[in-house]
């Protein structure tokens, strides 16, 4: 029975809380390439506190000229920038090529992120290559987005825990130096963020996990109702909601719900959650975008998501594109003060803090946890 609360659920209808661009697009394309060059990241400048400008990378064609498909982008603008001295070095045929290695076959699957929600939706290109070349023996390879000359990977943990849940942990290369490709194989990217999501991005999601892990999460039964997600343990991050542990400590002693903080999970148990349980409700946060890799079986579909709004421009775009693009028909709740300033500066670990009421979420899930 779907339940009686005051729902937001006009996927067509802007709503003050959305920012960025609502949109979903044609399917992706495959993308083959003779004689391409993967470009390393280059330092463009020695210190830059916007770091995504920092560094540059790329690839490029036979004839000197940056694959705009196979860029790194945010909305509109690049977030690495092209490489343009190194083009136009390229094309002047003054660059040195002894650096360079050659290959004859490489799979490109974009770039690395160590942050838990880039990581996840910024491999696209790679879930859509799976689709083609899950059993062929043969790198995968990555730009990984802080890499130095000789450096390691930060957070090295996060990256190889969601490789290993891929299955490619093993397969995984990254670009240290330039390669040339006699034959390069990639795809145009199914979602960038806060702009649009492709048609086929649901279908690359649910095929991307090792086929071990798909049939373990076939293989889960539900066994409780509501899982509220809870970020009152958390101590950094981008948004801080204020009034969270207030939350928590009202609605801990309800029937069928269970208080889950994401951050004590692994992958595997937190991609189970949407097997264990009827509801996933909570505040917008990185890990609600594991549903759209979740198996459906006949008489068990992921759990349905309930997310609050927090005031206005609290709720990215990336949302509404992947549940229209997925079909999900998730549900969003408004629990905005109604005499606050929304969203504030927060220097406590945090980019910023929402301020939202307390007992439109209480009642959300006492609603929900009431209904037979």
Same mark, same amino acid.
């Not at 990977?153 to 996060?158: C, D, H, K, Q, V």
């Not at 990639?186 to 702009?195: A, K, M, Q, T, W």
């Not at 079909?327 to 939202?356: E, I, K, M």
């Given at each position: 029975?779907?339940?009686?609360?005051?729902?937001?659920?006009?996927?067509?209808?802007?709503?003050?809380?959305?920012?960025?661009?609502?949109?979903?697009?044609?399917? $992706? !394309?495959?993308?083959?390439? $003779?004689?391409?060059?993967?470009?390393?990241?280059?330092?463009?400048?020695?210190?830059? @506190?916007?770091?995504?400008?920092?560094?540059?990378?790329?690839?490029?064609?036979?004839?000197?000229?940056?694959?705009?498909?196979?860029?790194?982008?945010?909305?509109?603008?690049?977030?690495?920038?092209?490489?343009?001295?190194?083009?136009?070095?390229?094309?002047?045929? !003054?660059?040195?090529?002894?650096?360079?290695?050659?290959?004859?076959?490489?799979?490109?699957?974009?770039?690395?992120?160590?942050?838990?929600?880039?990581?996840?939706?910024?491999?696209?290109?790679?879930?859509?290559?799976?689709?083609?070349?899950?059993?062929?023996?043969?790198? /995968?390879?990555?730009?990984?987005?802080?890499? @130095?000359?000789?450096?390691?990977?930060?957070?090295?943990? *996060?990256?190889?825990?969601?490789?290993?849940?891929?299955?490619?942990?093993?397969?995984?290369?990254?670009?240290?130096?330039?390669?040339?490709?006699?034959?390069?194989?990639?795809?145009?990217?199914?979602? #960038?963020?806060?702009?649009?999501?492709? #048609?086929?991005?649901?279908?690359?999601?649910?095929?991307?996990?090792?086929? &071990?892990?798909?049939?373990?999460?076939?293989?889960?039964?539900?066994?409780?109702?509501?899982?509220?997600?809870? #970020?009152?343990?958390?101590?950094?991050?981008?948004?801080?909601?204020?009034?969270?542990?207030?939350?928590?400590?009202?609605? $801990?002693? *309800?029937?069928?719900?269970?208080?889950?903080?994401? &951050?004590? *999970?692994?992958?595997? &148990?937190?991609?189970?959650?949407?097997? !264990?349980?009827?509801?996933?409700?909570?505040?917008?946060?990185?890990?609600?975008? *594991?549903?759209?890799?979740?198996?459906?079986?006949?008489?068990?579909?992921?759990?349905?998501?309930?997310?609050?709004?927090?005031?206005?421009?609290?709720?990215?775009?990336?949302?509404?594109? /992947?549940?229209?693009?997925?079909?999900?028909?998730?549900?969003?709740?408004?629990?905005?003060?109604?005499?606050?300033?929304?969203?504030?500066?927060?220097?406590?670990?945090?980019?910023? $803090?929402? !301020?939202?009421?307390?007992?439109?979420?209480?009642?959300?899930?006492?609603?929900?946890?009431?209904?037979?």
């Amino acid at each position: 029975m779907e339940p009686d609360l005051k729902l937001i659920r006009e996927a067509n209808r802007r709503h003050p809380s959305w920012w960025g661009k609502a949109s979903v697009t044609e399917p $992706s !394309s495959i993308i083959v390439e $003779s004689d391409a060059l993967v470009l390393d990241i280059n330092r463009v400048h020695e210190t830059h @506190r916007r770091w995504w400008i920092e560094l540059n990378h790329g690839v490029v064609d036979r004839h000197g000229q940056l694959i705009e498909a196979l860029n790194d982008k945010r909305g509109d603008r690049h977030f690495f920038y092209p490489p343009t001295e190194r083009l136009a070095a390229l094309r002047n045929r !003054s660059v040195d090529s002894t650096e360079e290695i050659s290959k004859d076959f490489v799979l490109y699957g974009g770039t690395l992120f160590d942050h838990f929600g880039h990581l996840l939706l910024d491999l696209t290109r790679t879930y859509q290559l799976l689709r083609l070349f899950r059993d062929l023996d043969c790198p /995968i390879w990555f730009h990984y987005h802080r890499l @130095r000359k000789g450096g390691t990977i930060a957070n090295r943990e *996060l990256i190889v825990a969601w490789l290993t849940c891929l299955g490619i942990h093993e397969r995984t290369r990254l670009v240290r130096r330039p390669i040339r490709a006699k034959t390069l194989v990639s795809s145009s990217v199914l979602y #960038r963020d806060r702009c649009f999501v492709t #048609r086929d991005f649901h279908d690359a999601c649910l095929t991307a996990l090792r086929p &071990e892990l798909r049939a373990n999460l076939e293989a889960t039964h539900r066994k409780q109702k509501i899982a509220y997600l809870s #970020r009152h343990k958390l101590i950094t991050g981008t948004t801080k909601f204020l009034g969270e542990l207030d939350v928590v400590n009202q609605i $801990s002693g *309800l029937p069928n719900v269970d208080i889950i903080c994401p &951050e004590e *999970l692994s992958f595997e &148990e937190k991609l189970a959650l949407y097997r !264990s349980y009827d509801w996933i409700i909570g505040f917008p946060q990185a890990c609600m975008n *594991l549903k759209a890799f979740v198996p459906s079986t006949p008489g068990n579909t992921p759990a349905r998501q309930v997310m609050f709004l927090a005031g206005p421009k609290t709720l990215s775009t990336n949302w509404v594109n /992947i549940d229209a693009a997925c079909g999900f028909d998730d549900l969003y709740v408004d629990c905005h003060p109604q005499q606050d300033a929304g969203q504030h500066n927060t220097d406590d670990g945090f980019q910023r $803090s929402n !301020s939202f009421d307390v007992q439109t979420v209480v009642n959300t899930v006492r609603r929900l946890s009431a209904q037979g």
